[in-house]
């Protein structure tokens, strides 16, 4: 393992004309190390992803991925250096089949390689290959959503409430996905509200509250601190 972050953003800043959805936000990734992203509806977290992904430029700060800096590059480039996202609702290409969605995502990747353990298969979806992506359920949605992204072989996995809507034993299953692609030396950001998923995953939490960071530490320490229980309580 190395002692440099796989992703590193320094004072990121987003403005959406005169509203500031994020505010000198700063997080250092390590191989192998998942971050809880909480705070309340509102906060900032999808806008953190959007943001070190690609989907709208920073209005200021900076992300490396690698070393590399990548605030410049559009989502597809950030991806096939290996950025990877899941998002709250997936949105497969309905009428393709489950392989067919994982073949589209590997078109756009250069990094993938042919040894590399099959995403289908470590997703759980191997028996659904040549079904049409719209016939799956949520979970299996979500899944194939994962399977999309590990195509792309990615050194950090932004992840934006995956957990929402599934059943406690499709949360363990989830839970346990997200560990094994750590145990892999992948990074991971992790937005979700469930304490007792973010309890399985995660290493330590970033807190946003308006856009701005509140709290960064262990997630024991973030349910003690006055400020993270005053946003909690107060929602
Ligand atoms: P969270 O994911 O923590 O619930 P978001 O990052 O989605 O919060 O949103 C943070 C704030 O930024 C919200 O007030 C939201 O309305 C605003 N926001 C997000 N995206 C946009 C956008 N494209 N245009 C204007 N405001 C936005
Ligand atoms: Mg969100």
């Known amino acids: 393992m190395s002692d440099a972050p796989l992703l590193s953003a320094v004072g990121l800043t987003k403005n959406f004309g005169g509203f500031r959805a994020l505010d000198d936000v700063s997080l250092d990734l390590y191989p192998g190390e998942a971050v809880g992203l909480v705070g309340p509806n509102g906060s900032g977290k999808t806008t953190f992803i959007n943001v070190v992904s690609g989907v709208y430029t920073a209005s200021a700060g900076t992300i490396k991925l690698r070393g590399l800096p990548i605030e410049g590059l559009p989502p597809h480039r950030r991806a096939r250096l290996?950025?990877?996202r899941t998002f709250q609702v997936p949105k497969p290409l309905g009428n393709l089949t489950v392989l067919e969605n994982v073949q589209v995502a590997l078109q756009h990747s250069k990094s993938a390689k042919s040894g590399d353990a099959d995403p289908l298969e470590f997703a759980?979806?191997?028996k659904f290959a040549n079904r049409r992506a719209n016939s799956l359920t949520t979970m299996e949605q979500k899944r194939l959503d994962l399977?999309?992204?590990?195509?792309?072989?990615?050194?950090?996995v932004l992840v934006d409430e995956f957990a929402a809507g599934l059943s406690p034993s499709e949360l363990i299953d989830i839970a346990s996905l997200l560990n094994e692609l750590r145990g892999k030396g992948m990074a991971l950001v992790v937005v979700e509200h469930l304490l007792g998923f973010l309890e399985a995953v995660v290493d330590r939490v970033l807190v946003l509250d308006a856009?701005?960071?509140?709290?960064?530490?262990?997630l024991k320490e973030a349910f003690s601190d006055d400020k993270v229980v005053e946003v909690f309580l107060g929602q």
């Open 82 to 84: 290996g950025l990877g």
């Open 211 to 218: 856009g701005r960071e509140i709290f960064s530490g262990g």
């Open 124 to 126: 759980g979806l191997a």
């Open 147 to 156: 399977a999309r992204v590990l195509a792309l072989s990615p050194a950090v």
